[in-house]
């Protein structure tokens, strides 16, 4: 149940566009289509921000889209906003009936 | 309006024991799938188990097995999960969260509660 490995922090300026990388192994990431990713403000709960890799939950802007290649996954947010400051975590499925966490990546508008 | 509310947490002796509570409503129990997450002070996000709707498929993180128990009641709409031989590095705020059913995401989160294990 290793972590997923993410970037400690990634930055842009507003409207640019950002992407946040997500890596794990076969067992994990790579065997399954089953990656998510969450945003959680300071003092938050974490909230859904993509399921099953690519997919948006209702309410969730456009500007947010998701991506898979092999064992690594990617969050690309797009027309970056002072609101999307935040810290970012993806999830996968694994291979041993768990889930595993990346550590997080630390989003700055600046 | 889904609503997910945790309490039972607190201040703790290491090796002592805290049960975890999750009130939710808002949404047919039963025939959803729960999850409890933990997040250290200032760290990140780690899943801790799972519960099917019937309670007959349970999961657990490595860190936490054979001393949890998670357990729900469908009649009361709870969730809990039992910590027993608790330990400095259980602290953190516990989420309960509902499993959207689909590829293991949660859409739904509560507020979360504080578990502080120190002597």
Redo the contacts between chains.
């Keep these: ?1 290793s ?1 997923l490995t993410q970037p400690a922090s990634v930055s842009g300026s507003p409207g640019q566009s950002i992407t946040i990388s997500c890596t794990g192994t076969s067992s994990d990431v790579g065997g ?5 990713w ?1 945003q ?1 403000h300071p003092g938050k ?4 921000m993509i ?2 890799v690519s ?1 948006r ?1 209702s309410g969730v802007s456009n500007r947010f889209s998701g991506s898979k290649s092999g064992n690594t996954a990617s969050l690309t947010i797009s027309g970056l906003q002072a609101e999307d400051e935040a810290d970012y ?1 993806c ?3 694994s291979n041993t ?8 990546t630390k989003v700055t508008v600046l | 309006e889904v609503q997910l509310v945790e309490s039972g947490g607190g201040l703790v002796q290491p090796g002592g024991s805290l049960r975890l509570s999750c009130a939710v409503s808002g949404f047919t129990f039963s025939r959803y799938s729960m ?1 409890w ?1 933990r997040q250290a002070p200032g760290k ?4 801790v188990s ?1 519960i099917s709707g019937s309670s007959s498929t349970i ?5 936490v097995k054979g001393r949890f128990i998670i357990s729900r009641d469908n009649a009361k709409n709870s969730l809990y999960l039992q910590m027993n031989s608790l330990r400095d590095d259980d602290t953190a705020v516990y ?1 309960c ?1 509902r499993d ?1 059913g ?6 739904f ?4 509660t504080l578990v502080t294990v120190s002597s």
């Design positions: 149940q972590a399954y289509n089953y990656v998510s969450y959680q709960a974490p909230k859904l399921y099953a997919d939950p975590y999830s996968s499925y009936n768990t889930r595993v966490f990346g550590g997080g | 999850t997450v990140g996000l780690e899943w799972y999961y657990y993180a490595d860190s989420y969260a959207s689909i590829g293991g995401s949660d859409d989160w509560g507020q979360g």
